[in-house]
């Protein structure tokens, strides 16, 4: 004969239930409230974080499957409450730890800031394809869309509703969770400028640096194997602020293989080099394809990425070429749907070498991924 299940044992399994943004079970973020178990029916209390939270009806619904999966619940009745204002401050307290910026030099996770000397070369898509193929692996990825003037990465990876707008993050106090689209958090301005709003008259100077403060101390990761910063084109304030706030980050340099987009490159990589941070690679974008019959066809010439990699190149480190993109329409096609090529074309020539380069990196850094961490730190 079967042990009754008691209040005790849907209270374990409402527990483990994980709040979607946070990651997080509910049992150890203090959602979860009374619990009683009267012939067969369980009624279960859980405290969302703020009203309005955007994974109500899915924490909900998992606490409902939770507590019915335990043997000889028949029907179970769910309360929504919401926190109050001293559980949600103490909630994000506990969250966000004794450090105000978690990407120090010690931390574990690898920052990687992914730059290039002029615009068009397809920087951008190329960042969110390699976010996409990092976590496809088992990484944990964030990704900072740091290009505020030309910001691209929600559009990329269809991180937009059905008026075309990137979602605004859920606001926990001063605490933001950012979305998450195919496995990779992401932040971008383009999630906070009112509807109209011009981003090249708003953000200049001191806002931009505080901009990039803001996105590595306020916005909750959580635990990361890998950061990836989409850069504005150039050696504006935004690199200065990140050489400043990051002087530990590794920096990815893309270019084309023309010679005027190569030079450029090197300039991105040197003022890098100037705050600290280390170059490991050159991506060359836009390279050569091959028509069905062999031909290859260098829209953009040949040999920029090389020469970039070698013109970075000193005698205490050399700067490797990582890979060569080259021009593909199935790239170009998964930026314009929101579905980058390394999941929806996998097999394309262009997604081939961007999960090179992935694994390249991976290679070069030991992983993260598995890593369990409490909510507060030890």
């Known amino acids: 004969m079967s042990t009754p299940a008691t209040a005790d044992d849907v209270r374990r399994a409402v527990s483990a239930v994980v709040d979607p943004e946070l990651r997080r079970p509910i049992g150890e973020l203090d959602m979860v409230r009374e619990i009683t178990l009267d012939e067969g029916t369980a009624h279960v209390g859980i405290a969302l974080t703020i009203v309005g939270c955007p994974a109500a009806d899915r924490i909900e619904r998992d606490v409902r499957d939770a507590a019915a999966s335990v043997p000889g619940v028949d029907d179970v009745r769910v309360e929504v409450g919401v926190m109050t204002a001293a559980e949600r401050s103490a909630l994000v307290e506990r969250i966000r730890g004794a450090r105000r910026m978690p990407f120090t030099a010690d931390a574990l996770t690898r920052v990687i800031a992914v730059t290039s000397g002029k615009g068009?070369?397809?920087?951008?898509?190329?960042?969110?394809?390699?976010?996409?193929?990092?976590?496809?692996?088992?990484?944990?990825?964030?990704?900072?869309?740091?290009?505020?003037?030309?910001?691209?990465?929600?559009?990329?990876?269809g991180l937009v509703g059905e008026d075309g707008r990137p979602p605004q993050p859920t606001r926990l106090d001063d605490l933001m969770l950012p979305p998450v689209a195919h496995g990779v958090k992401t932040i971008s301005i383009g999630m906070f400028l009112p509807e109209g709003s011009s981003p090249a008259v708003a953000w200049?100077?001191?806002?931009?640096?505080?901009?990039?403060?803001?996105?590595?101390?306020?916005?909750?990761?959580?635990?990361?194997?890998?950061?990836?910063?989409?850069?504005?084109?150039?050696?504006?304030?935004?690199?200065?602020?990140?050489?400043?706030?990051?002087?530990?980050?590794?920096?990815?340099?893309?270019?084309?293989?023309q010679a005027a987009a190569a030079d450029v490159a090197v300039r991105s990589g040197v003022v890098a080099r100037q705050t600290g941070q280390r170059i490991v690679g050159v991506i060359e974008n836009m390279a050569a394809f091959a028509l069905p019959d062999g031909t290859l066809v260098d829209v953009f010439g040949a040999g920029g990425g090389a020469a970039v990699a070698a013109e970075l190149s000193t005698d205490d480190a050399a700067v490797p070429l990582l890979g060569s993109v080259p021009l593909s329409p199935a790239l170009r096609r998964g930026g314009d749907e929101g579905e980058p090529v390394v999941l929806a074309d996998p097999g394309d020539p262009a997604a081939r070498a961007i999960s090179a380069v992935a694994d390249t990196l991976v290679s070069t850094r030991s992983s993260l991924a598995g890593r369990a961490l409490p909510v507060s730190p030890a």
């Open 120 to 157: 068009g070369v397809g920087k951008s898509t190329l960042t969110a394809n390699l976010a996409v193929a990092l976590a496809t692996r088992g990484l944990a990825v964030g990704l900072i869309d740091a290009d505020v003037h030309g910001f691209s990465i929600p559009g990329l990876l």
């Open 204 to 257: 200049r100077g001191p806002m931009l640096h505080r901009t990039v403060q803001q996105f590595l101390t306020d916005v909750h990761f959580g635990d990361l194997d890998v950061l990836l910063i989409d850069m504005p084109p150039g050696t504006g304030d935004v690199a200065i602020s990140v050489g400043q706030l990051l002087p530990h980050a590794e920096v990815l340099v893309v270019t084309t293989p």
